[in-house]
C-alpha cells in the first residue's frame, strides 16, 4: 500500500521545496531534539541531494569518513518513493552491507525510533544468497549432514502442503551452516530457474516477489543490481520479470565500487570443469547413443580447449593473464561450437523420448548457449577483451565483449531519473572527472565535504625515499616499534617478493592468502597478531580505534598491465594522466582512509617510495589530509 509522504504539501510549495524545509526540520531540530548528533556536512548533503532529485541528476557526494552519508541520503530517498510511488534503491558495496544497514540499532532503525516513522524496507540479496529447492531436494537424496535437517525446519509447510507460504531459504537465516554446506544447496549459475517446475514453491521466488513490494526502499548489492542491467532485456524477450523493479531513484553507497562491479556483471565466463558436470548429468541410462557420444566428443573438446587455452597464456605475475590466441586453440574452439549445434538438434528427439528428465534437458539447453555465444564471441575478431583468471580456485576464461561505459551510459545513465553516489573517495582534490570518465557518466553534478575528524591532531603521514632493494629494511625498523599495523602493496607479487626478503620475522606476521582473509582480520583485530600484509585490503577494512594505527603503503598502487587495464589505456589520449594516476591517486587516498575510522582514533601513514615513485611526490601531495614529513633513508 502506498505510504504517505512524511510532511504535509501545501498548495503554494512544491514537493521538492517542502522537502527541503522537513530536511531542515528533521536535522537541525527533531534528530538532535532526541539526542543523535548532526553535522553541518551531514546536512549539507541532504540539501544536495534533494536538489539532485528536483534536476533528476547524476550527483557524486564525496564526504569524508564520519560525516554521516547514510541518515543524508535516507530522509530524502524514502520520501521521494512516496511521492513517486516507487521505492528507492540503495546498492550497498557487498551482501554483508546490506544486513548492517537494516540491523537493529542502525541508521534505518534509529530513524525509524527517533523519527516515529514506519519505513516499509525490503532487502534483495544476490542470488547464490538463497536456498535452491532443487538443489536441496537433491543433496536430500545424496548427500548427509545435519545442515539439511537444519535446513528441512525452516521450509514453511506450505512448500508441500496447504499452508501459507512465506519468503524462506536466505543465507543469513543460517548462520550454523559453513560456506561449503552451504554451496551444495544454494541458487548457482548453472541452475535455469525459468524451466524450473518448483519455481513457485521455491524461497528465491518468494522473496523477490516480497521485495518487488516494497514501498520505500530496496536494498541489494552493487552486483546485483548490475545482474539486474545485464539480464534485464534478455529476461523480458523471455517474458520473465526483471530481477528488480521499476524504481525512483537509485543511491551508490561506497559509489567509488560500482565499477568493478559492472566489470563483473557484464563477463561471460567459461570454467574448466562446469560443461562437464552439466552434461554428465545427462548421461543417463536409455540415452541414444549419437547423444552420447556427442556429449563425450564435447567434453574431450572442451578439454582440449583448455589445455590448448594454458599453452597460449602469456606467463606473467598478473591477476588477469593475457591470451595469445594460437591458429590451434581457435581450431578447437570452432570445433566445439561444431559439437554444440548437433547436440542441440540431437536435443530436440531426446526431449520426445522422455528418458532425460524435461528440466535437466533445458538446463543444459540453456547452459549450453551461453556456452556457445562465448565461445564465439572469443574467437571472433571483435573488441572483446579476455583473460584467463582464478575464480574461487577454478581456472576461469573470461570475456568482456563490450566496454562497460558503453553499457552503463546506455542501459543506466540514460534513464531520467536521479542517481546518487555516496563515498568517501570519489574525486581526485575535488576532480571527478576520472570516475565519470570510467562509468561512461557525461553530464553529473557534485560536492565534497570534508571528514568532521582533526587529522591535524590525530595523524601524521611520514614519505621514507628509499631504494626498492632497501624498503623492507625500512619496514623492518618500523615493525620495531610495535604497533598493528596493515602494510598495503600494490600487487601480490610485490608483496610476495617482500615475505621471501623478510626471512624467519615472515612467521610472525599474516600474509593475504595463507588462509580466509576474513578470519585473519578477526585474528588481528582481537589482536592476536601484530602485523598483517594484504594487496586487496586498500579498501573496505573498517578497524577503529586501537584495531589500527599504523599504515604502511609499500608502494604506489598504479594499475596493473593486464587486458583490462591495456583495453582502458588503449581508448584514452593520455593513459598516464587519464588512466594510470587516477587510479593510483584513488587507491591511495582509499588505503589511507582504512587509518581513521572514528573520533577515538589516531595513528600514522608511513609510504615508502624509490627513486621511480618520487617522481609523483607532487602529484601525491594534494590528496594528503596533512603536510607530510620527508625522510631520507
Ligand atoms: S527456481 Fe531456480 S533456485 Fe528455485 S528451485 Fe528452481 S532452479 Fe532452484
Known sequence: MRQSIPF???????FFDSLGDWIGDVLYDELPEKGLEMRDEQIFMAYQIESALREKSVLFAEAGVGTGKTIAYLL?????????????????ADETLIDQ????????????QLLDLKIDVRLAKSRDQYLCLKRYEEAEQFLDGDYLDEIAVS???????????????????????SDQEWSQVNYNAIQQCQVCDIRNRCGQTLHRQNYRESTDLIICSQDFYMEHIATKESRERESQTPLLPEVSMVVFDEGHLLEFAAQKAMTIKIQDYTIVKVLDRLMVDGVREKTLNLMEELQDGHELFFDQLRDDVIDSTEERKRIKKSDMLLKIGKRVISIVEQLFEEFVFESEMYIIPEYEIRMAEEFLEQYEEAMRIFIGNGDAVDWLEDTDGEETLVIMPHLITEVLSKKVFSKKIPFIFSSATLSIDKNFSYIAYSLGIKKFESFTV??????????????????QEDKTAVVKQLLEDPQQTLILFKSKQSMDTFKKQLGDVAETIAFEGDRELSSIIRDFQNKKMQTICSYHLWEGLDLPEEALTRVIIFDL????????????RSFADDPFDEVELPYMLLRIQQGMGRLIR??????TIELLLNEEEQQSIDAIKPVFAVEPTLIEE
Open 8 to 14: 504535509e504539501l501545501s498548495k503554494d510549495k512544491s
Open 450 to 467: 570534508a571528514s568532521p575528524f582533526d587529522y591535524e591532531e590525530v595523524m601524521g603521514i611520514n614519505i621514507h625515499k628509499a631504494a
Open 76 to 92: 530524502p530517498s524514502i520520501a521521494y518513493a512516496r511521492y513517486t510511488g516507487k521505492p528507492a534503491l540503495i546498492a550497498c
Open 598 to 603: 572514528t573520533s577515538n582514533d589516531h595513528g
Open 155 to 177: 521450509i514453511p509447510e506450505g512448500v508441500y502442503g496447504s499452508g501459507k507460504l512465506e519468503p524462506y531459504g536466505q543465507r543469513s537465516d543460517y548462520p550454523n551452516i
Open 557 to 568: 598502487p598504479f594499475p596493473p598491465h593486464d587486458p583490462l587495464f591495456d583495453a582502458k
Open 101 to 112: 544497514l537494516v540491523k537493529e540499532g542502525g541508521d534505518i532503525y534509529k530513524l525509524q
